[in-house]
């Protein structure tokens, strides 16, 4: 359970961080029209946008830098100056750059064509990372995480154990007339941590925690319930 807690948050993190950049272009006439980039660094952020001419805007290029063992590509909205107009988000090796620019480039060679919409893919191997992530957390919290509620009633002389998790509910309910004793019992590792037990008539015990109180709260919990079940002391 604590390891689905974990995967889960981590898939989504990816998902959350992971940028991607949209291009859109409108020709009016040959070399005329407004295009627009716009930058996305987080998928449930606010988008960057940034307009350029069309008239000014010569090609588009991918260029390669390194910084220590990391290295980064980045892309380039260069004019008929050789000036860079625009930068889009930076990337890690290994992503669909080139096949973005190639696309922005063959627009702009194609006079006749009057509009593009292209907006980069990640690849495909983050993406089954990130959803392998999400599933597997999801599955591990979906068998494993339960939320647990003991009801001790006196009126109908009975605990009602229901055990709540992502796909089912379980009810479990026992007499209280047979309910014997009320233990905390030490962890066998340390750092030393109590678990609560209900011993029943036939020495089963039903326990009510997962063993981690300490001593003293462990042993105030216990006089509780043996008060409230008119139990001996132990």
């Known amino acids: ?44 952020g606010l988008p960057i946008k940034e307009e350029i001419p069309l008239s000014k805007l010569q090609k588009v290029q991918v260029s390669k830098i390194s910084a220590g063992r990391k290295h980064f590509e980045y892309l380039f909205f260069i004019d008929k100056q050789g000036c860079v107009l625009s930068m889009g988000s930076k990337r890690q090796y290994g992503t669909n750059l080139e096949l973005f620019a190639s696309q922005i480039n063959a627009f702009l060679n194609n006079p006749a064509a009057s509009l593009l919409v292209v907006e980069e893919q990640p690849p495909l191997g983050l993406l089954r990372i990130d959803m392998f992530f999400i599933i597997t957390g999801f599955c591990l919290l979906a068998i494993f995480a339960r939320i647990v509620f003991y009801t001790f009633d006196l009126n109908k002389n009975c605990i009602n154990i229901n055990r709540i998790g992502l796909l089912r509910i379980q009810s479990v309910r026992y007499p209280l007339d047979q309910i014997s004793d009320v233990k905390a019992e030490a962890t066998a590792n340390p750092p030393q941590f109590y678990k609560l037990s209900l011993i029943l008539g036939d020495e089963q015990r039903i326990f009510i925690n997962p063993g981690d109180l300490n001593q003293l709260d462990s042993q105030r919990i216990v006089e509780l319930l043996q008060n409230f079940l008119y139990l001996p002391k132990s």
């Not at 359970?1 to 272009?25: E, Q, S, W, Y």
């Not at 716009?38 to 449930?44: A, C, E, N, S």
């Open 1 to 44: 359970m604590v390891l689905g807690f974990i995967i889960l948050p981590f898939g989504l993190v990816l998902n959350l961080h992971k940028a991607t950049d949209r291009f859109t272009c409108h020709r009016i006439a040959p070399s005329q029209g407004t295009c627009t980039l716009r930058k996305l660094r987080f998928w449930f």
